[in-house]
């Protein structure tokens, strides 16, 4: 650029490309050329450039008449050059993006009608047809007002159109270098409106280029779940989608990009970085979206994300990322059960769910609430009228048949689970195969230890691990896991391919055996030491760095239950192991009154014994029934379970066997009215136990010797067989005997004429068995508090004891101490029914 001075006349000159009008006006031919090739891509690109030019209206400032008619020429160039870019946006699909600036445009130019046809265009392929035709009727009302004309022929007939719906207004289909890559959207959508919304927001709410992260298990619908939301923000990336669900070469996939958005095969650069690198200077002036779809690694993700404004990323996976820290997390979990119905209703009809509801339940609970298994069994439903939903989930619920199935039409739960299983690391997939194997639905630390054989720190990691690729589900206080019946069926599958046989077996072995030892701790916790429980052969295990037991062996089996249960029906195959894991709670069957529990383990137990016939345990089993028949108040049961018991010990030669029954004998003789009988059953008891060094098991015989004895009215005898007793439990620490001890020596008390001696030690005897939790000793010590009470002349508290003793004997199962509490709350009243204090 020069000045040029001659006769006092300055002159400026300077090259086109030196002057911004030129450029300006240059671009904007070109870009109306690339328009009428359909190049709008380019043609958009190059108007924008175009405006960029413009910093404000044409010679802002001059005021002369020669300078206002120039400017007003040029910013009529200007209008000119928005029409078309908006027009080229429009033809790509931007509708969305140019609603903003075309309502700011309108207001700025309100008489422009082109802004106007631009604005009704917009908003009604945005699926906002009323604003279009409210915009019109905005338009005709100015110019009504203003001008007193009617808006023109175009504009009118484009109305015509909007009110037609006139197909001509649809989005032309897209150029060459826009992709549109997202697959269909799911047809079916059911309880996922929160996650939809929860994505939409992520990817156009949050920050300048948002990464949105969904998680999930396997089968969950996660790809569906964001396929829906994406394809309800397409808009909003007018420059294309980009999808990939391959991501095992991220070269490919980024030249495979490259290519789509246009760029030529020669032009894409060798190497990762090179690609992700040219990916971002392509999108640098683009609104697009990529979907990358399975991704298991958070390297896959990081050549993928753009490093401007205006695009968006959004990746689904089955574990966590270790993403940057704005990534949006979505976890899409399993469908709750009304949404579950829903989809299943699609294929089996609502019909079939109404006339069979609890079977419609049963496999909406197996399918785990994973809509590919859902959909699956509805496909197979909808095919198959005849079958019943009943029939199907009977089928459903063996481990060995629920993946073939969850198999239908082409379309199977396998390769779902499997692309989660292949990403997990080999201690991980190894332990969920043995897992599956054992069969276990709320695997615990100490079991995986002893499934993996590893330390129980190191189950806890691949517990955790299996969390976070959703294969189990911590449970609340987090020492247990839940491990879906699908997912065992899964697991046991893929034992049997790829495990040897005799590694599977030795890994069911040291669960049971390491489960046997927290029992064996458990049972010591509550008894004191290995006290009043028979043993057998069943080998132990330990974890490597196994934790030493911190007691509260009562809560610990009253948390565990189910679990015992469950091993005790895996254990089948293994009779010593199956009769010592069904007797190990035995302390808690005792104190807590668990007679369901105690009934149904012990059944499947001794089918398995009798069946090896395995004598000794069959003799510990019937023992163990005769007691809970005993406590239940079934004498007659009683009777058979423990003569029985008593044959095959004394045919066995096993002295503490025998000593148990023995004391249970005892027990029934005193309750039937035979003290003679009974107080000989009880001597040989003691002398049994004794031999056997169960110190507590002869403690409580004593109890037993010393309440006959009393009641023959030895009560030096009594009283010395109570002290003796009493020893032994403390020095053995078993304080569930020192509280039924307690108990026996409040209640001769009473007898004695003195219950005002034994109101006392009923209070401490109560304050033992509430603090250890032992319901069927808090019964019976209320029971006697209450008669106790009542000689007291207390009649409303001993009524108050007695309708607690009944409550508690009632829902434990306990009808004779139930039974007696409402007697003697009869006996109060006066009237013979127990249904009010006095």
């Known amino acids: ?77 200007r209008l000119a050059a928005i029409e078309a870019r908006i027009d ?44 279009a035709l409210q915009a019109f009727t905005d338009l005709e009302e100015r110019l009504r007002e203003e001008l007193g004309t009617d808006p023109s022929p175009t504009l009118r007939d484009l109305r015509l159109q909007i009110l037609r719906q006139d197909t001509a207004l ?20 059911a309880g996922r409106d929160g996650e939809v919304r929860q994505i939409i927001e992520g990817l156009t709410e949050r920050g300048t280029s948002p990464l949105v992260v969904v998680t999930g298990s396997g089968g969950v619908g996660k790809t569906t779940v964001s396929l829906e939301a994406a394809h309800r923000v397409a808009g ?46 392509v999108l640098a002036v683009r609104h697009v979206l990529i979907v990358l779809d399975g991704v298991t690694d958070p390297g896959q993700v990081q050549p993928f994300l753009p490093g401007h404004a205006g695009c968006a990323v959004l990746v689904t996976s089955s574990s966590p990322l270790a993403l940057p820290r704005d990534a949006l997390t979505v976890t899409v979990s399993r ?17 079939r769910m109404q006339d069979e509801p609890a079977a419609a339940n049963r496999i909406v609970e197996l399918c785990a609430g994973l809509p590919v298994a859902l959909d699956i069994v509805a496909a197979k439903l909808a095919a198959r009228p005849h079958l019943t939903l009943r029939r199907l989930a009977e089928r459903l619920s063996s481990p060995a048949r629920i993946l073939g199935e969850l198999r239908y039409g082409g379309k199977s739960i396998t390769p779902t689970l499997m692309a989660g299983y292949e990403a997990l690391p080999a201690e991980s ?98 008894r004191g030491k290995d006290n009043s429980i028979p043993r057998g052969t069943a080998p132990r295990y330990r974890p490597a760095a196994a934790r030493a037991w911190t007691g509260g062996g009562s809560a610990w089996f009253e948390a565990n239950i189910d679990i015992n249960l469950a091993l005790v029906r895996r254990a089948v195959a293994f009779p010593e192991t199956c009769w010592e894991l069904a007797i190990a709670p035995l302390a808690l069957f005792e104190a807590g009154a668990r007679f369901d529990v105690w009934l149904e383990s012990h059944q499947i137990a001794l089918a398995s014994v009798r069946n090896a016939a395995n004598l000794r345990g069959q003799a510990v089993l019937t023992y163990s029934l005769g007691y809970r028949a ?44 035979a003290p003679i009988t009974a107080r000989e059953v009880y001597q040989e008891a003691v002398a049994a136990l004794h031999r056997s060094g169960d110190v507590i098991a002869e403690a409580e015989a004593l109890v037993g010797l010393a309440t006959v004895l009393h009641s023959s009215g030895e009560r030096a005898a009594s009283k010395d067989c109570l002290d003796r007793a009493l020893r032994l439990c403390r020095d053995a620490g078993s304080l569930r005997s020192e509280a039924r001890i307690r108990r026996a020596v409040a209640m001769h008390a009473a007898k004695a004429g003195t219950p005002e001696k034994a109101y006392p030690k009923l209070i401490e005897a109560l304050e033992i068995a509430i603090h250890i939790g032992d319901r069927v000793v808090q019964s019976d010590i209320l029971l006697d508090l209450g008669t106790t009470r009542i000689l007291l002349g207390d009649p409303k508290a001993a009524y108050d004891d007695l309708a607690t003793a009944e409550e508690i004997a009632r829902v434990s199962g306990m009808q004779r101490t139930a039974s007696r509490a409402k007697m003697a709350r009869a006996f109060i009243n006066g009237n013979g029914l127990a249904t009010q204090g006095t």
Request: aromatic letters at 6%; hydrophobic letters at 45%.
């Open 1 to 77: 650029m020069t000045i040029d001075v001659h006769d006092n006349v300055y002159t400026l000159e300077a090259a086109e490309d030196g002057i911004d009008a030129f450029v300006f006006m240059r671009m904007y031919d070109q870009a109306c050329l690339l328009a009428e090739k359909r190049d709008h891509a380019q043609a958009a690109k190059t108007l924008d450039a175009a405006l960029k030019l413009w910093r404000g209206p044409a010679l802002s400032g001059l005021d002369s008449e020669a300078f206002v008619a120039e400017a007003a020429v040029w910013n009529e160039r």
């Open 429 to 526: 997939r190894s332990l969920i195969r043995r897992i599956g194997f054992l069969g276990i639905t709320n695997p615990t630390a100490p079991l995986a230890a002893a499934l993996a054989d590893v330390s129980v720190d190191t189950a806890e990691v691949l517990l955790e691990e299996l969390a976070e690729t959703h294969f189990v589900t911590p449970l609340a206080g987090g020492e247990r896991y839940h491990c879906h019946e699908l997912l065992l069926g899964f697991g046991d599958a893929r034992a049997r391919m790829e495990d040897d046989e005799r590694d599977l077996i030795a890994a069911v072995g040291r669960a049971f055996g390491g489960w046997l030892a927290l029992t064996d701790a458990a049972h010591a916790s509550m």
């Open 335 to 351: 469908l709750e059960a009304p949404a579950a119905r829903t989809l299943l209703a699609a294929g089996a009809g609502r019909q």
């Open 170 to 189: 649809e989005l032309p289909h897209p150029v060459m270098d826009l992709p549109r890559q997202l697959p269909a959207r799911p047809g079916v959508l």
């Open 630 to 673: 005993l406590l239940v108040g079934d004498h007659t049961g009683a009777a058979c379970h423990l003569e029985e018991a008593l044959t095959i010990f004394q045919r066995l030669g096993d002295e503490h066997g025998r000593g148990l029954t023995l004391r249970l004998v005892g027990d029934l003789d005193r309750v039937n009215q």
């Open 236 to 281: 909003r990336f007018p420059d294309g989608q980009l999808f990939a669900d391959d991501l095992s070469d991220p070269g490919e996939v980024l030249a495979g990009f490259l290519t789509a958005l246009g760029v030529a095969a020669e032009e894409i650069p060798e190497g990762i970085g090179a690609r992700a690198a040219f990916l971002r200077s």
């Open 88 to 131: 080229a946006d429009l033809e790509l699909g931007r509708h969305r993006a140019v609603i903003a600036e075309l309502q700011h445009l309108t207001d700025q130019h309100p008489l422009k009608e082109r802004f106007w046809a631009q604005l009704m265009i917009a908003l009604y392929r945005s699926q906002r047809g009323s604003e």
